[in-house]
């Protein structure tokens, strides 16, 4: 009966445990592509598996959280402009947020050009902070951090 009722113990913590753990659907990858001698592309990949979908940028105000990518503070790198987002887009109203959304359904791809100062070897970090919906519920704003060498 003691390893009937620990067994028993044992399950419903982890179904608990698992319950507690943070649903994200969004496959991300970082990348970095040389351009020129001191100027590189980073790129963020999401792959959205149907039926999700993820914010522009240029989701306005009042609607979902959009995605943004900040890179942290690098003495040695030049952020040059903002980031370029590729995708096939959709704009609808939704009216769970009472104004016109701009979505990626599949991929979205985040490009930001960067220059680095005397064509040193250095990195850049940063972090992606999206959102999620589908036709029935919303995921809480995640956020991913990243690294790549710019070499």
Known sequence: MKNFLLTLLAVCSLSIVQAQLKKDPVAWTFTVSKKSADTYVVTASAKVPKPWHIYSQNTPAG???????????????????????????????????????????????????????NKVKTSISGTVEYMVCDDKECLPPTRKSFEVNLQ
């Open 63 to 117: 609607g979902p959280v959009p995605t943004s990518i900040k890179f942290k503070a690098n003495p040695l790198v030049t952020i040059v402009g903002s980031a370029k987002e590729t995708g096939k887009m959709q704009k609808v109203f939704d009216e769970n947020f009472g104004v016109d959304v701009l979505y990626y359904s599949n991929e979205l791809v985040l490009s930001q050009e960067v220059k680095v100062k």
